[in-house]
């Protein structure tokens, strides 16, 4: 007689195991683990993607700031090489006619063509604003550190969910491995009683028993072969790989060994999660950025105050003058060259402005800048309730998996002795078939149930390190 498969979930302690992927199989698998699997997903994920250009964006911000203490400069120039203009030139003349002096004006159109050019250099420096770039700068500085955290954690939670899922696979695998195996048991079971049937030992209601066993156990396995398929798929799509492509998942060594004594306290990892969590650390710096705001938005009640220069030329030379349509000789001017190079004016300025009132518009930024870095610290205050409480559940949950590996242990090897046993007085017809099948549903069920308690051990520990900010992200990208 063939027992039922004895399960044994082989999962490991995901996120820190190092190990090598077998070779592929015969119907070309492409085998993954789980290092590659978190390494394809931080690649392919737009969470992350989103995250990156995020922070990149504020990187340019920062840079954007500490140019606002620096001087302006801007250049300009132009030649023109063709201006036709007509003016009017009115002269004033004096008759005298019998004696008596007649003042008239001579009105003449002066039509001129002419080139010119031109070339400015200015600059502007602030001097004084009300402290408005320093907050920006402060501010943006925070931005930056708020989204370097951002996608500190956006990666982690893509780390989590992919060993969350590649976690349900193997243990899928493992369920199926287990009906596989009983289902092969039943019909073991089944061609059994037949041949005892066939000679009297067993009555034939045992045989129609039993082939009804042997259905539901096929049935079983069905449901197990459809979950399977499901959770790679689910799997693959965190990937972002084609889920019709043929994949298979490498299965590491069961490591049921528990946390560092450290652990055990729950003093100990919420100081530990609270100094170590990337989106706490994010939402304090985006506070701290918003606090910055209200300073730049005060900066509109002071003045401000700048350093302007300015240097420049123009030339212009005439190529043809008349005046009422009659030539007249062009007046002499120096080349273009000359007059730019000696018709130069350079000015130095200080410029104070002074904004006396503005319809209340300065304080109505301040309040706005003051309700948004209130409504940040609330977030704040929120996210860190949050952090202690999936902490606090986190550290239930992972004792609550502890003491169930312990127990579904004892119940396993109860549950295998009684079905030893059961099976052997069926044998020489002193059990039923119902006490049979009875035991065997038991061990079935108590294999199920170590096998779930040993992937929910394994996975409550990366739950903890998970939400006490121990992810070590560096660890899936090579050298």
Do not use: H
């Not at 061609?191 to 209601?205: D, F, H, L, T, Y």
């Not at 273009?336 to 300025?349: H, M, R, V």
Request: proline share 2%; glycine share 4%; net charge negative.
């Amino acid at each position: 007689m063939r027992y039922p498969f004895k399960a044994s979930v082989l999962v490991g302690f995901l996120l820190f195991f190092s190990t090598q992927a077998f070779g592929q199989s015969p119907s070309a698998a492409k085998t993954l683990t789980l290092k590659e699997c978190i390494r394809i997903a931080l690649k392919n994920a737009t969470s992350v993607q989103k995250a990156e250009n995020s922070y990149a964006l504020t990187g340019a911000q920062v840079l954007s700031s500490y140019g606002q203490f620096l001087p302006s400069l801007s250049v300009s120039s132009s030649y023109t090489f063709y201006s036709n203009s007509n003016d009017l030139q009115q002269t004033a003349l004096n008759e005298v006619v019998a004696g008596d002096t007649l003042s008239t004006i001579s009105t003449s159109v002066v039509s001129t063509k002419s080139r010119s050019a031109r070339y400015s250099i200015s600059s502007s420096l602030n001097l004084f604003n009300g402290f408005s770039d320093y907050a920006s700068l402060k501010q943006s500085l925070r931005n930056e550190d708020a989204a370097k955290y951002s996608l500190a954690r956006a990666k982690e939670q893509i780390a989590f969910d992919v060993a969350q899922a590649y976690l349900q696979v193997l243990l899928n695998q493992e369920l199926l491995k287990i009906s596989q195996e009983t289902y092969t048991s039943s019909q073991e079971q089944l061609q059994q009683i037949a041949a005892q049937v066939k000679i009297g030992a067993k009555a034939e209601a045992d045989l129609y028993q039993q082939e009804a066993e042997v259905s539901s156990d096929e049935l079983s396995v069905i449901d197990a072969e459809n979950t399977l398929r499901s959770s790679k798929i689910d799997l693959l799509v965190k990937l972002r790989l084609n889920p019709r492509e043929n994949y298979e998942f490498f299965v590491p060594a069961t490591d049921t060994t528990e946390l560092d004594s450290q652990y055990r306290s729950l003093d100990w990892l919420v100081a530990e999660a609270i100094e170590s969590r990337s989106d706490l650390k994010s939402a304090k710096f985006s506070m701290e950025a918003y606090d910055w705001s209200i300073t730049g938005a005060k900066s509109d009640y002071y003045p401000s105050l700048n350093l302007n220069f300015s240097y420049g030329s123009s030339g212009t030379l005439i190529d043809d003058q008349t005046i009422d349509g009659t030539a007249v000789d062009n007046p002499s001017l120096a080349n273009l060259f000359d007059q730019l190079k000696e018709q130069t004016s350079t000015s130095i300025a200080l410029g104070l402005s002074w904004t006396i009132f503005d319809g209340f518009s300065r304080n109505l930024s301040v309040q706005q800048a003051k309700v948004n870095y209130q409504n940040s610290r609330l977030d704040y205050e929120d996210l860190k309730l949050d952090v202690i409480s999936e902490v606090t559940q986190a550290f239930g949950d992972y004792n609550a998996a502890l003491k169930k590996l312990e127990s579904t242990r004892k119940g396993l090897t109860s549950a295998e002795k009684a079905y030893e046993t059961v099976n052997e007085r069926y044998k020489i017809g002193s059990a039923t078939f119902v006490e049979l099948s009875s035991s065997r549903a038991t061990l079935v069920t108590a294999q199920a149930n170590r096998a779930q308690a040993e992937f929910n051990f394994t996975f409550q520990k990366k739950i903890l390190a998970y939400y006490i900010g121990a992810v070590d992200i560096d660890t899936y990208f090579p050298e």
